[in-house]
């Protein structure tokens, strides 16, 4: 599912027109792409948890030359599916 069928899919869900439902899920996209960028996590109970994760910096190899490449530490998002998301994924 792309993010036009999921605007169309709410829309069919809610009665809502496909232009109002793409503003809902723009904002809720904005609002959680928001506070993990400012260092929250953002908890939706039975979907799963948006957070970050530390990554150390560290030597890696360029496969090219197998020369030692220093890599910079960096922050990344993490996912971690809830219960619910993980039980519905069991049942396919």
């Given at each position: 599912?792309?993010?036009?069928?999921?605007?169309?899919?709410?829309?069919?869900?809610t009665?809502?027109?496909?232009?109002?439902?793409?503003?809902?899920?723009?904002?809720?996209?904005?609002?959680?792409?928001?506070?993990?960028?400012?260092?929250?996590?953002?908890?939706?109970?039975?979907?799963?948890?948006?957070?970050?994760?530390?990554?150390?910096?560290?030597?890696?190899?360029?496969?090219?030359?197998?020369?030692?490449?220093?890599?910079?530490?960096?922050?990344?998002?993490?996912?971690?599916?809830?219960?619910?998301?993980?039980?519905?994924?069991?049942?396919?």
């Amino acid at each position: 599912m792309n993010k036009q069928e999921l605007i169309k899919k709410v829309s069919d869900e809610t009665g809502l027109s496909k232009r109002e439902a793409a503003a809902a899920i723009e904002e809720t996209f904005a609002a959680i792409i928001g506070a993990v960028a400012a260092g929250d996590t953002v908890n939706i109970t039975g979907f799963g948890i948006f957070d970050t994760k530390k990554r150390p910096a560290h030597t890696g190899v360029n496969p090219r030359t197998r020369e030692p490449v220093e890599v910079p530490a960096k922050i990344i998002p993490l996912f971690k599916a809830g219960k619910t998301l993980r039980d519905a994924c069991e049942k396919e």
